[in-house]
């Protein structure tokens, strides 16, 4: 069981506006995140960006996010929209003495694309790059708010969850899942070599014990999935759905009773096929 490419007819063009733009600029705007996200922001290049996250001490997921090179030296950072004004404050709380400006763009928009969409997306773009998180994901780009792109979604998180993706508010809220729990670390994400981040220590030790409790995998069957709906194997809880569409859906399993599972896996009375995903090559 490995990973899934995102099916053929899943090309796209659209502007995400569940998601939103903080921009921060000044000589310190990299160096004092450096120290607080799981990875990055240094390597942000233009063409380049990176997949992060800001941890509770105790490693549990408060927001993750996507940094991209603002052309002029800063960071724009794509966040979900239902944390930007809080993770706006955490930044602006880490940034201390920092030289860094931050600021809530609400005159730009995220967007994304894949196959033939690509060229309406760059001829739109002020930062656009590959995303981050795994071949098959297409780009992603900050784009004016004034941009004429449209909003349709389906294909976007068809590619996502294909890839093992989650998206939040969607899939979890802060401080419900850890970073493995939703596959951060198979999605380049975390950074164990640097020097240091919140919730390192935690993150850290659970990545050097190995056997990672729960995964978030992706599920395919006949019909829908309804968000909530339990995962099962006989009488053996194994997790829930978190988010899905017609015929797959991503779900948070515990790994050792899928492994030990002697039964079909079943949602709504309905047998599934189960894909975990595995570190990338």
Do not use: C, W
């Given at each position: 069981?490995g990973?899934?490419?995102a ?5 796209f ?7 939103a ?12 995140l ?22 509770t ?10 940094f991209l ?11 979900p ?11 602006t709380l ?9 600021v ?23 930062a656009?790059?590959?995303?981050p ?7 992603r780009a ?30 979890y809220?802060?401080?419900e ?15 164990y070599?640097?020097?240091c ?11 050097r ?25 006989g ?9 899905g ?10 790994v ?13 009375g ?8 595995s570190?990338?090559?």
């Open positions: 069981m990973h899934i490419e099916m053929s007819d899943t090309g063009l659209t502007r995400l506006s569940h998601r733009v903080i921009h921060i600029t000044g000589t310190d705007a990299r160096d004092f450096q120290r607080v996200v799981t990875n990055g922001p240094q390597g942000v290049t233009p063409g380049k960006a990176l997949g992060s996250a800001l941890l001490p105790q490693g549990k997921v408060l927001a993750d996010f996507i090179d603002d052309g002029e030296g800063g960071l724009f950072v794509d966040v929209r239902s944390e930007a004004d809080a993770l706006l404050k955490r930044f880490y940034r201390l003495r920092a030289k860094a400006e931050l809530l763009r609400d005159d730009l928009a995220v967007a994304a694309a894949r196959g033939d969409g690509t060229a309406a997306l760059e001829a739109a773009a002020l656009l790059a590959p995303d998180r795994g071949p098959g994901l297409g780009m900050i784009v004016p708010a004034t941009a004429e792109i449209g909003e349709d979604t389906s294909g976007y998180f068809a590619a996502n969850a294909a890839a093992y993706v989650t998206e939040m508010p969607l899939d809220g802060p401080t899942v850890f970073s493995t729990d939703v596959n951060h670390d198979l999605l380049h994400m975390i950074d070599k640097k020097g981040f919140v919730g390192q220590e935690v993150a850290s030790r659970m990545h014990k190995g056997g990672v409790r729960k995964r978030t995998a992706y599920l395919t069957g006949q019909g829908g999935f309804a968000q909530g709906a339990p995962v099962t194997a009488e053996t809880p194994l997790g829930e759905i978190l988010s569409g017609q015929g797959f859906a991503l779900a948070l399993l515990r050792d009773r899928l492994e030990a599972a002697d039964q079909p896996v079943m949602v709504d309905q047998p599934v096929t189960v894909n975990l995903p570190a990338p090559s």
